[in-house]
């Protein structure tokens, strides 16, 4: 059984290379940051996902928010993704599987009757002191993009 990680929880750390180099937890420390698995890169869900979150790049860099998305694909295979659909989001590769598994996302899934391990598409929004502040366990994709930026303090907004 998956470990089913909770709002206010310290995120666990992690370390994995990705499409902008090696990246660790503390990379993002003081900023906020948008960590979202997604199953497999060039499949429609995945493809649609990780648009959606560099066309509003600019809009979380704004409120001082990076985005990864995670996958076990291998680093040559997140390269040519992002290439060929000019993805500005880092995707990382966890081909161990460890980034995975301590999020709690690596998780037995079923289909047409087959029962198989796989990435369960999840994101979590975490602070700058490295703690969960919301996370999405079941995502859609449409609209999902959205709903995380509208979770990101907004400094054009007075509190």
């Given amino acids: 059984m998956a470990k089913v990680l909770q709002d206010g ?20 420390a003081g900023g906020y940051l948008v960590l979202y698995f997604y199953p497999k890169d060039d499949t429609p869900g995945c493809t649609n996902e990780a648009k959606d979150f560099s066309e509003m790049i600019e809009a979380f860099a704004a409120r001082n928010a990076k985005i990864v998305g995670v996958s076990r694909d291998p680093l040559s295979k997140h390269e040519k993704f992002a290439a060929k659909h000019d993805l500005k989001v880092i995707l990382g590769s966890d081909e161990s599987g460890k980034v995975t598994e301590s999020y709690g996302t690596w998780v037995e899934k079923n289909m047409y009757g087959r029962t198989y391990m796989g990435i369960a598409r999840q994101t979590f929004l975490i602070g700058p002191d490295g703690s969960i502040i919301k996370s999405w366990k079941k995502v859609r994709v449409k609209g999902h993009a959205e709903d995380v930026l509208g979770h990101l303090p907004d400094p054009t907004k007075a509190n």
């Fill in 9 to 28: 929880e310290k995120a666990p750390d992690f370390s994995m290379p990705s499409t902008s180099g090696p990246v660790q937890l503390k990379d993002f």
